[in-house]
């Protein structure tokens, strides 16, 4: 269903299939590229002020808030919702905990950041934050999985 923008009340296509409109108050012609309404609303808003704020008060009646239909439940929808961040973290322990290790030594890794940086409680709050099932390592740990990984890449 396609709705009429509250603006051609006050505004008049230059011909039926044209991408010009006219203002009704002033006669000056703006471009209404397929339909799109913004330089006319813009125009109002410059030129004609107590016309703008009747426009927005149309349009601000004609706002009614969305209703779900019977047919809108995502399970049923070929629209996915967002997955959750829970759903895309690893459901055991082990893998979680691998998973944040490697995160953690590629992040040592590409920033250069001393190892300390695990150890300091911002850092740990931070990833409490981001999941209370995260166990970090002491940062001598990250330092050994770090010149690990570099001897890996190395060879």
């Excluded at 009646?61 to 049923?76: F, I, V």
């Amino acid at each position: 269903m396609s709705t009429i923008s509250a603006i051609w009340k006050l505004f008049t296509r230059v011909n039926d299939n044209s991408e010009k409109a006219t203002c009704n108050t002033c006669d000056k012609t703006y471009t209404a590229k397929g339909g799109t309404t913004s330089s006319l609303i813009n125009h109002l808003k410059s030129a004609h002020k107590d016309l703008y704020e009747q426009y927005q008060n149309d349009t601000k009646a004609k706002a009614k808030p969305s209703k779900k239909r019977p047919g809108d439940n995502p399970e049923n929808s070929p629209f996915m919702k967002q997955k959750k961040l829970e759903d895309c973290i690893p459901e055991s322990n082990d893998a979680l905990d691998k998973a944040i290790t490697e995160a953690i030594v590629e992040f040592l890794a590409d920033s250069g950041v001393a190892f300390r940086v695990v150890g300091l409680p911002s850092f740990q709050k931070l990833m409490k934050i981001a999941n209370r099932r995260i166990k970090l390592k002491h940062p001598t740990t990250y330092s050994r999985l770090v010149r690990n990984k570099a001897d890996e890449i190395r060879q």
